[in-house]
């Protein structure tokens, strides 16, 4: 056994090692994470003990009892033994008490229902066919596909579907909830530090499911007030009356910004300052690391716009060509939202 | 095993059981209906989980006509008896009352399908439909596997009376009979559940 | 074996019964050595089929981004691949080796129920063709094995995919309802004399186990199939929210069966795996009694554990850890069993055949797929697990390094029980070690995929996420899985041409029954049925001196049962009324359900009197 702890105590590090700090399991940023982390170092240091053990008698089995050649004895023919027996029930089940309580501890602990805390931030998540709704009702906000939360406080989240079923994942920072229609669930989670944070659909929900990401930003708390205030800020139109009317027309019959249009699908309010456009085109005039392959918010708008089911196969949006706009709208829609960054 | 028994006439006690086909029919068909338990179990399981979602359509409390459905398991329940009477008449190797007991028990049978199928169609035009809502789907999968079953009940012992009359009482037809009697009860029991989960308990609540 | 069939007449009794050849005789037969091949190829087929399309998917998952094949093509591949390797191919083979085995382990002449046996083939086969036919039709099902609602609704779901999903399984499971009851039935009933339940073979028992969690599981995936049917073609509302449907009841349904269905899959295997080891170990199983006790506790449990599929819907902290304490018990059994055959092999005299590579390979492999399970058992740490490349790893450990090894592990075994021929010992260690290595590139990263972040069933991923390198490892495992597959394949088309000699006692240390019969066995199995004063009741025999095992009865003219082609066309029947829902057409829906009901009326009114054979004037003859 204590040759085995610094064996397994290099194997956890060595995990840990692993992955992208912001989407990574193994790598927590949070204190949910970091409880599950906990009992996956539990979980995995017991099993490997087993496995170790195990392998141990099957190698040591195998080399020492087989057959030489031309041996034709007849080994012992045993029946069983009573003392092994009883030793194999009884040792599984002691480690399994030893990962059942703290199994059973965490499960009521992160099922605590924050939804009356005062302190606590609401966020209403709902998962549309394949991009995420992020409603604040404590302050009358709604955002899409960029989670905005402050760090400190509780953030207690309501989940629920408005077509199939997704599941609501940011690995970093704890495990996932499934979004059901008609249904909904609650989970809370914590941002310590402030950075963005990779999140999943974890539900096979259609052709775009592997594309269906969104991004978690943690700001301070003060950055978070300023952010509400912007959002709630009247919306900043195109300048050009032309162009505004155009995008008003075919744009806001289904997006919104600031207090214009409908949310029926994802909210442009502040879209020039998202890391993403669409949850999974990478903008590298925003993001901190970009990626040689990374294009500027305004190509990956245009690119968007453009041919939407080329990006995301099966998505709701209507194609340029579909929505009738000319090159030049194109380009003036995608510079005018690239450069609606909000200032918070 | 070797040969067959075509003795007419001289049948041992049990007939059901006196190859080891019939043995293995009969085994086989309790863990069938083993089966059909658990199917029955999970028809009921997904009825209960939706029997509140009545939507727009009509309440069970307004919809149901105990009096009917009471009528319905009265003749159900009797059919059953009938035919325990008809394996009585096969144990004592007398065809005449078995035939008998069986045609009764099938004229009763029918009876209850009647009324079953004049009850959805009273259903059906006080809006209570398979699409109305998830009540309504559950109520008619769940009470419409019960009373497919006794439709292929009723085809099958018609059958087995045909069979009696071409080929007498025998230690093949012996099982047959037995089954389909195993089968009938069984079709029984779970009215009497029906009975009271979905009609009864419609009525409370 | 159609010779036997050929010189087959009806002595000293009246009824002659018409005997078929060649392909007739496979479309006819009852008889479960038949019925087994023809399971075994038609499940092998399918194996090939979901091979292929896990090759597919794991060529489109090389690299980021990649463009092998669309995301709606993609969603089908997954589909399919796991509807077919678990109902079409697994299975299959599972019930080949239950139909080639258990009748001669347990001393009887056939399974109680022939014609239903030959039956169940017939269903399986036809609900897996039109499942198959959804390619060429274009609509192939994509929500997923599970075909959660409501992306499998008829709302998000318009088109007939899902329905060939549904119709193709429901006639499938006809067929292995009726192979349950049919192994429940024979084990109990047809035991030779002295064969009590605790002198059983380890296989026969977990074939028995299997059946009981059969009976019991599959009529809820059949309610289910029913009732996602209806909703879809009779705008029913079981799972439908608008109206008042509940999505959350079918993953119920779907799990106390699927979760059943994972024991289905593995009992067998552990039975497999017993034989094998003991054979090759030249000892008895190692506490024999408490691999029944395990067994038997582990189907209990199996019962009730569905919900840790559901761990992250939403059930509540209470469910949550009911289900991850009943889960974490089965542990405790399985753990007893892999002891077991540990202690089977200690002090024993191992040889290494290629059945036994399977098996000794099936061990560790198994333990770790054992142990990420009680990984995953851990409720909290699931909602990390869950539908993340980790479980996708956890359970191609349990079905492809617990079953599909064990499954090889039996075929090496019983092939020349069954053909009798051998397979080549050289081209099976090249396929235990190509595919064995194969498989742990494959699956062994696959954990670490999940942990670091990438979910199940994605048609791609972005770049820079640090799944490259791993995915790339996978991909290449897949290959060499593909290739052991092929060298398996070329070993039986090089058997095929050797000889038909292998001996009866063909690995010389046979310890059950089919071991004291010839390679393969007459068409009635045994000339008597013989008397069983033991557990490994050959093996007793052989250590007392004998050459044969003493007989229960005296010799004489053999009843057997007749071919039929009745189940082919009953399920001919079901397949075409299937075409006939799908497409709304009820005339051909009529039509196809009356010819399986005209099917039943002729069974039942036509009795089988069978015909006799006696082995004595066979035996001149030949």
Redesign the interface.
Known sequence: MKRILPLLAGMALL?SA???AD????DPQGPV?Q???D??KI??S??TL??VV??A??VY??VR???RKG?K?????????HK??II??VI??VL?LI??VP??Q??????TDYSKDKNAIQVKVTSHLYWWEFEYPQYGVTTAQELVVPTGKKISFE?VSA???H?F?I??I?????T????S??MYLEFPKEGVY?G????????????M?FKAKSVSPESFDRWIAAMKAPASMPADPKLAETFRSKCLACHAVGDQGTNGAPNLTGIGGRQTIAG?LYNSDVVADP?P?DKTTVENLKEWITDPQKVK??NQMPSAADNQLTPEEIDGIAKYLAGYKLDY | MSAHQHVEGHLPHEPEKATLEGRNKVLGFWIFLGAEVVLFGTLFSAFIALRHQVLDGPHPSHLFELPMVFAATMILLTSSLMSVFAVQAMHRNKMKALIGWLFVTIILGLAFLGLEIYEFNTYVSEGHKMNTSAFSSSFYTLVGFHGAHVAFGVLWISLLIAQLFKKGLTVVTAPKIYLSMIYWHFIDVVWVFIFTVVYLMGKVG | MATHAAHAHAHAHTHTVKRYKGLMDWLTTVDHKKIGILYLLAGFIFFLVGGLEAILIRIQLMKPMNDFVAADTFNELLTMHGTTMIFLAAMPMLFALMNAVIPLQIGARDVAFPFLNALGFWTFFFGGLLLNISWFTGTVPDAGWTSYVPLAGPTYNGTHGVDYYVIGLQIAGIGTLLGGINFMATIINMRAPGMSFMRMPMFTWAIFITSVLIVFAFPVLTVGLVAIMFDRLFQANFFEVGGGGNGVLWEHIFWVFGHPEVYILILPAFGVISEVVATFARKRLFGYSSMVFAIVLIAFLGFMVWAHHMFTTGLGPVANALFSIATMLIAVPTGVKIFNWLFTLWGGSIKFTTANLFAVGFIPTFVLGGVTGVMLASAPADYQYHDSYFVVAHFHYVIVGGLILGIFAGLHYWWPKMFGRMLNEGLGKLTFWTFFTGFHLTFFVQHFLGLLGMPRRVWTYLPNQGFETMNLISSIGAFLMGIGTIVFVVNVIIAWAKPRNAAADAWEDGRTLEWSIPSPPPEYNFKQIPLVRGLDAWWKEKMDGKTAMTPAEPLGPIHMPSPSILPLIMSIGLFIAGFGFMYQNHWVAAGGILVTFVCMFLRSVYDDHGFHIDPEEEEVQA
């Not at chain 1, 004895?73 to 033994?81: D, F, H, R, S, Y």
Request: glycine fraction near 10%; charged fraction near 20%.
């Open positions: 995990l692993c992955g992208r989407l990574s399991t193994l994470a409880k599950q982390f009992l996956m979980s995995i017991i099993m087993v496995v195990v392998f008698i099957c089995v195998l009892f087989r057959r041996d004895t007849i080994p012992k023919q045993v029946e069983g033994n092994l027996e194999w029930t599984p089940l399994l990962l059942g199994t059973i965490s499960v009521f602990g992160m099922a989940l077509d199939v079923k599941a994942w690995p970093s704890g495990g996932k909830m499934d059901n229609p008609g249904s669930n609650r990779r999943k659909c974890a539900e096979l929900c259609g052709p775009s499911h592997a594309l990401d999974i990626q392959e196969p099966g």
